[in-house]
């Protein structure tokens, strides 16, 4: 499960730091997106963005800016005819969210490098620490 929405990819010499200040910019997006339909001309997917960083040499001099605009919500798929596939899913990720472990697994994967090498730096957003809160919450 995973929770990310709209930001600019944007150098870090530009002095944009919000969408406003793209008033008469040229703005670039990603054929496809969600981004590209309902928002033209304004922004990409955060996590795209942090991956196109991490995958260059001159990622150095850019940076991801903005508030979120739009959300995306990504997750696992299941097959809907194995209820007791899904119950145990459901299990493993309430006792992972409950635990925090998957705080630690989140790090793993966009703060720490990957076996590659290469670390996408992605924050969690707030809207995913909370659904992890929230996931995590003992029920009675």
């Given at each position: 499960m995973f929770v990310t929405g709209t930001k600019l990819l944007v150098r870090r010499d530009s002095g944009i730091r919000?969408?406003?200040?793209?008033?008469?910019?040229?703005?670039?997006?990603?054929?496809?997106?969600?981004?590209?339909?309902?928002?033209?001309?304004?922004?990409?997917?955060?996590?795209?963005?942090?991956?196109?960083?991490?995958?260059?040499?001159?990622?150095?001099?850019?940076?991801?800016?903005?508030?979120?605009?739009?959300?995306?919500?990504?997750?696992?798929?299941?097959?809907?005819?194995?209820?007791?596939?899904?119950?145990?899913?459901?299990?493993?990720?309430?006792?992972?969210?409950?635990?925090?472990e998957i705080v630690a697994i989140y790090e793993k994967w966009f703060l720490r490098p990957l076996p590659s090498g290469?670390?996408?730096?992605?924050?969690?957003?707030?809207?995913?620490?909370?659904?992890?809160?929230?996931?995590?919450?003992?029920?009675?």
């Amino acid at each position: 499960m995973f929770v990310t929405g709209t930001k600019l990819l944007v150098r870090r010499d530009s002095g944009i730091r919000y969408f406003g200040d793209l008033h008469g910019k040229t703005v670039v997006l990603t054929r496809g997106t969600v981004q590209a339909q309902a928002i033209p001309r304004l922004a990409d997917d955060d996590v795209q963005l942090y991956g196109m960083l991490a995958d260059t040499k001159s990622g150095s001099a850019y940076r991801v800016v903005g508030e979120f605009l739009t959300y995306a919500d990504y997750a696992l798929m299941l097959r809907k005819d194995d209820p007791d596939f899904a119950a145990v899913v459901e299990r493993a990720f309430a006792r992972l969210a409950e635990s925090r472990e998957i705080v630690a697994i989140y790090e793993k994967w966009f703060l720490r490098p990957l076996p590659s090498g290469v670390r996408l730096n992605l924050p969690m957003s707030p809207h995913l620490a909370e659904l992890f809160r929230v996931q995590g919450l003992p029920t009675d």
